[in-house]
């Protein structure tokens, strides 16, 4: 979402405070979900192939400071696998 417009780029057009739908089966870099669910396999950063579901930050408190350890559930990262999108 750029400019309040839905486009199509490349990942590597892909800035921070950008919003992106993913529509391939491998995340392009690490975002922040903040609508719906996801299920990754994140054995590439891992090695554990096991399904994981990544849930939306919205439930969170607006003046909470994101920690990618206590918020590892709301993040996606960056080469993993997407198996299912919802929302």
């Not at 950008?18 to 054995?43: L, R, T």
């Not at 994981?52 to 696998?81: P, W």
């Amino acid at each position: 979402l750029r400019n309040n417009k839905w486009v199509m780029l490349s990942a590597n057009d892909l800035v921070p405070g950008d919003v992106f739908e993913v529509q391939s089966k491998m995340v392009p870099c690490d975002a922040v979900v903040i609508s719906g669910s996801c299920v990754v396999n994140e054995a590439t950063l891992t090695g554990e192939n096991v399904a994981l579901l990544k849930d939306s930050c919205a439930e969170l408190e607006r003046d909470i400071r994101l920690n990618m350890n206590q918020h590892r559930s709301n993040v996606l990262f960056g080469g993993t696998h997407l198996m299912q999108s919802s929302g």
